[in-house]
T-cell receptor, first 116, second 112 residues
């Protein structure tokens, strides 16, 4: 089954404790992206990757890191989480993100993070 | 910078009525405009999209229109049903990279 998976789905942590949220897709998609969703603010892009070893900042990259060492994986790293990073996080992937062909983004199930 | 404004933030209609959600975007370089539906507790899912070389696209009860001159695009849902109740997001993709900018969302409620 074609899908985007995220782990963990729920996470409670404390300020300053490094954490990683994994994202994996089995559709051979070149493009992957991370978003955070907060009430009243919609979905805001954190980082995206057009291909392996190519990453770029979205609208709200501060406090986050990403890496794209393999095509199927795009982990989101919070080196020193803070309470303002409490949010619902979505990973997404698509075949191509250049405005041509299949731009449809497929979202993972979401990771709900609470930073105390 | 890139920005997408979406209105209204909430919309309540009677079953069978039409619903219209409007978005404006700031950067004329954008050329792809998707609409996503998000049901409570679930992930966003694409319901329809339109590219800049097209003015209108329909898929059964859903249609999207694009006015590139005015930098507006709208979602039209006809004959609404209770299962259309959800949050709808518009977005604009910027061609110089992979930036996808979302609107703030519209919570649609269809009353039986």
């Amino acid at each position: 089954e074609a899908q985007v998976t995220q782990n963990p789905r729920y996470l409670i942590t404390v300020t300053g404790k490094k954490l990683t949220v994994t994202c994996s897709q089995n559709m051979n998609h070149e493009y992957m992206s991370w978003y955070r969703q907060d009430p009243g603010l919609g979905l805001r892009q954190i980082y995206y990757s057009m291909n392996v070893e190519v990453t770029d900042k979205g609208d709200v990259p501060e406090g986050y890191k990403v890496s794209r060492k393999e095509k199927r994986n795009f982990p989101l790293i919070l080196e020193s989480p803070s309470p303002n990073q409490t949010s619902l996080y979505f990973c997404a992937s698509s075949l191509l993100g250049r405005g041509q062909g299949s731009e449809t983004q497929y979202f993972g199930p979401g990771t709900r993070l609470l930073v105390l | 910078g890139e920005n997408v404004e979406q209105h209204p933030s909430t919309l309540s209609v009677q079953e069978g009525d039409s619903a219209v959600i409007k978005c404006t975007y700031s950067d004329s370089a954008s050329n792809y405009f998707p609409w996503y539906k998000q049901e409570l507790g679930k992930r966003p899912q694409l319901i329809i999209d339109i590219r800049s070389n097209v003015g209108e696209k329909k898929d059964q009860r859903i249609a999207v229109t694009l006015n590139k001159t005015a930098k507006h695009f709208s979602l039209h849902i006809t004959e609404t049903q209770p299962e259309d109740s959800a949050v709808y997001f518009c977005a604009a993709l910027y061609n110089q990279g992979g930036k996808l900018i979302f609107g703030q969302g519209t919570e649609l409620s269809v009353k039986p």
